[in-house]
């Protein structure tokens, strides 16, 4: 009821203006006040969770500093410079030890957020873990590995936050089943990373910590919503990392950060102590997954976590352990491939990466065969987006009360607030105009009832059929497909929630993806978006080719799908792609250094 609708109910002749008028005035100075104690409130807590990020950035320069002085001999350089799987033997024989590796990542780690913000909170239990790892009588396959951790990943003694106020002051109690298999084999998780508020978008800033930023390139973002640990692991703080993934978040940091990253098959790795702000949503499948600097890292994560531990402690994981036949076979594939989508059109360097890597794979003995994923509209509008926000986005705008929204997320969370009957009247407004916009803004009514979604279950279990039949007619192995990227200038990808459309396919279909870098952006490429128009030329298109600008030099990632539970083969499949890329990259032989295809590349 508005005050002129009261003014009304009053009986005429006793009412004095210039009460009513104190009252009024009396009120909108109490609305006021009330809005500025709720404010000051979500301040308050913001600056404890800075507080408390920064006592443990101290923590790590303390701890750091006393294992320096008391080893001075330790060569941090070395130890850094190894990859994963040398880095884990070298531990297990004893010529490495765990503290010097650890001590060497806290440092290394505190100088990368200092200059990229993307560490959020120091694990101090990280050294009793040490001492543990080094009490074990059998060494795991990660025996004193530090490893870094998405920060909703659940750490008993640490806060889930998800980048919301709503979840700040909530300690986990125990550690995730990921964690707690991680520690099993040996692992130290030492620090948790930055993610977007809310985690629905794949920008990484929030209120509470900040912007993270890609230390490839300042004026980017490291993407998300594993866009911390993209930073960490890109910058050399990490050796390996884990985030979570349901619309491409493992892979586009990967992809904007130059990183391999997977994204496993639904309960292929435990979800059990993750914290979301969509619980509850199963029309796109979420998935945690391991991201590192190459493929060997990541099938020795995924070898030493398909284990019993995680078998026993989370008995809905498929007892499937890791598969040594087919990772290390080296049979020819059949592979299937399309530099487009039909959605977006893809940047001139992800059409670019796929159509050379393509010509790599030919040239190596594998057959390539040309796929159109069928009905893409229809996917990411009915299928992705209608799904995920099947509820109209109401859990998700939930976990945005007694919150303020970032700016990076504005343009997402104002159209998820829009009433129903709104969205579908600028829905029919701007279908004659932008008809891909109007179809995502009447998506994101969600689907009404109950009914409704049961419905949406059975289409997405019948386009799963009808994707995996046009494989099997092609007799596919694997896929190659395009990576969204290079990394976007910061801002952009809170406009551009739609463009992953390249990754959430495959969290639709609830296939095992991976991405990987194999080139970088030239001028060339460069040159060529100038001329970038889209699909639709509507203001998305206008918005991507405004996105990537500036990105020369930066990498570029292609995507490697399989079939569901078929991890092994999707990761060999990411292996002899980055086997063929990194031959062709070292540059050209004294026989051919005339050779115009060969890209002097360093990734």
């Given amino acids: 009821m508005v005050w002129a609708d009261l003014w009304l109910l009053l009986p005429e002749g006793e009412v004095d203006p210039r009460a009513m008028a104190a009252l009024l005035c009396g009120s909108a100075a109490a609305v006021l006040a009330l809005r500025w104690v709720g404010q000051r409130r979500i301040q308050e807590k913001m600056e404890q969770a800075r507080r408390t990020r920064d006592l443990g950035l101290e923590r790590m320069e303390k701890v750091a500093q006393r294992f320096k002085q008391q080893n001075p001999r330790i060569q941090a350089g070395h130890i850094l410079s190894l990859p994963l799987v040398e880095l884990a ?33 120091f694990m101090q239990g990280c050294e009793e873990q040490l001492r543990e790892v080094q009490r074990q009588k059998e060494r795991g396959l990660l025996y004193g590995v530090p490893v870094s951790i998405k920060d909703h990943i659940g750490c008993k003694g640490h806060v889930s936050t998800g980048g919301l106020v709503q979840f700040l002051g909530r300690v986990e109690e125990e550690d995730s089943v990921i964690v707690q298999v991680l520690k099993r084999q040996g692992a130290i998780p030492f620090v948790k990373t930055n993610v977007p508020q809310s985690m629905i978008n794949y920008d990484c800033s929030n209120l509470i910590f900040g912007q993270t930023v890609n230390p490839l390139n300042h004026k980017k973002s490291p993407g998300g919503s594993s866009g911390g640990e993209g930073a960490l692991i890109a910058g050399g703080g990490s050796i390996l990392g884990f985030g979570t993934d349901v619309a491409g978040s493992i892979r586009l940091p990967s992809s904007f950060c130059g990183l391999c990253g997977l994204k496993p098959t639904g309960f292929r790795l435990s979800i059990q102590g993750l914290t979301s702000p969509i619980a509850g949503m199963k029309s796109v499948t979420g998935m945690v997954g391991p991201m590192a600097r190459d493929v060997d890292s990541l099938a020795l994560c995924m070898r030493a976590l398909l284990c019993d531990d995680m078998f026993r402690l989370d008995p809905t994981v498929p007892p499937l352990p890791f598969d040594e036949e087919v990772y290390s076979s080296s049979a020819p594939l059949r592979i299937g491939y399309y530099d487009g989508d039909g959605y977006f059109q893809p940047s001139p360097s992800m059409r670019r990466a796929v159509q050379e890597t393509r010509k ?244």
């Fill in 89 to 121: 033997e070298k531990l297990k024989e004893g010529s490495l030890s765990p503290e010097s590796v650890l001590y060497t990542y806290i440092e290394q780690a505190l100088e990368v957020t200092r200059e990229v913000n993307c560490v959020t909170d």
């Fill in 360 to 603: 790599l794979l030919q040239e190596a003995g594998h057959t390539l065969i040309p796929f159109t994923p069928p009905r893409i509209d229809y996917v990411v509008d009915e299928l992705f987006t209608r799904g995920l926000f099947s509820d109209g986005a109401a859990n998700l705008l939930d976990k945005f009360k007694g919150d303020i929204v970032d700016p990076n997320l504005k343009s997402q969370i104002s159209s998820y607030r829009l009433p129903t009957l709104v969205k579908r009247i600028l829905a029919l407004i701007l279908k004659p105009v932008y008809p891909r916009i109007a179809k995502d803004l009447n998506a994101l009514c969600g689907v009404g009832s109950a009914k409704n979604l049961w419905k949406h279950h059975v289409a997405v279990a019948a386009y799963r059929t009808e994707f995996i039949a046009k494989w099997r007619e092609l007799e596919l192995n694997v896929m190659l497909c395009p990576a969204l990227g290079p990394a976007f200038n910061k801002g952009y990808p809170g406009k551009l929630f739609a463009a992953s459309s390249y990754t959430n396919l495959y969290n639709v279909l609830n296939f095992p993806a991976g991405v990987l870098p194999v080139t970088v952006v030239t001028e060339a490429d460069e040159e060529e978006l100038k001329n970038y128009r889209g699909h639709y030329s509507d203001p998305w298109d206008k918005r991507l080719r405004e996105a990537v600008e500036g990105a020369v030099g930066l990498p570029v990632a292609v995507q490697c799908v399989a079939l569901p539970w078929q991890e092994e083969l999707c990761l060999r499949f990411m292996k002899e792609v980055e086997t063929l890329a990194r031959k062709r990259n070292v540059g050209p032989t004294d026989d051919d250094e005339d050779d115009d295809d060969a890209d002097d590349l360093d990734l």
